[in-house]
């Protein structure tokens, strides 16, 4: 079966210093996987996606992600945190059907 | 473009009475899906229907819950009687028709957050 962990449940960064979300997958094929993000009261929205083309994924509101096969790793990154960002994210990770199993969500604080 | 609308927003019940979620999907998306979200958690996907037939709903507690989609279109995801665990949010997702292997984007309403006391 496939799956993602997300390695931190909650982060904190202060404006304008790097984001950085953890993400390492399991799946016994070359995965699909996707980042997507959850603001209060709001439904979720896909923030990036891999599909096995470029391995550097760049995404909406200038997040991006890197696939690395040798680390089972599909860390999200931002060079600069704005308070916007403030929102949980989720890792994803694409099956058979189009269905989604989500990872367990990372809560990111943005101090001014 | 519309979004995937839901309600109720809200839904306080007492444990053994019985609720229903309403859910509208993008035009045009023939799939459907019905997610679980409890708090502190990730999605789970309890039902998928393309059109107006099930697809998977191997994760759907049958003894309780049920959820039908007649004409293809609007959803409803029901539960009776409830338990103090089905405190969650319900989120209901569309996609366009499953043809291939690639990935269609599911698009995400805004939730019902349904409390059980």
């Known amino acids: 079966a496939q799956s993602v962990t997300q390695l931190d449940s909650h982060v904190s960064v202060s404006e304008g210093t790097p984001v950085l979300l953890r993400c390492n997958y399991s799946?016994?094929?070359?995965?699909?996987l996707f980042w997507y993000v959850q603001h209060p009261n709001k439904g979720l929205q896909l923030l990036l996606k891999?599909?096995?083309?470029?391995?550097l994924v760049k995404g909406i509101n200038g997040f991006e992600a890197e696939f690395k096969k040798s680390e089972t790793s599909f860390h999200l990154t931002k060079p600069s945190a704005h308070m916007s960002d403030a929102a949980e994210y989720f890792c994803?990770?694409?099956?058979?059907?189009?269905?989604?199993?989500f990872g367990g969500g990372t809560r990111v604080l943005v101090k001014p | 473009e519309a979004g995937v609308a839901q309600s109720p927003r809200y839904k306080i019940i007492e444990k053994r009475q019985s609720v229903a979620f309403w859910c509208n999907p993008i035009s045009g998306h023939a799939t459907l899906y019905w997610y679980q979200q409890i708090l502190g958690q990730g999605p789970k996907l309890l039902i998928q229907f393309q059109n107006n037939g099930v697809v998977d709903d191997s994760q759907l507690p049958k003894d309780r819950f049920s959820a039908e989609r007649l004409k293809g279109v609007d959803s409803t995801l029901k539960i009776q009687p409830a338990k103090l665990e089905d405190s969650a949010v319900y989120l209901c997702?569309?996609?366009?028709?499953?043809?291939?292997?690639?990935?269609?984007?599911?698009?995400f309403g805004p939730g019902t957050r349904l409390t059980v006391l």
């Open positions: 891999y599909t096995s083309a470029a391995t």
């Open positions: 994803v990770i694409k099956a058979a059907g189009n269905k989604l199993t």
């Open positions: 997702a569309s996609s366009l028709v499953i043809t291939s292997g690639d990935y269609n984007e599911q698009f």
């Open positions: 799946s016994s094929y070359s995965p699909s």
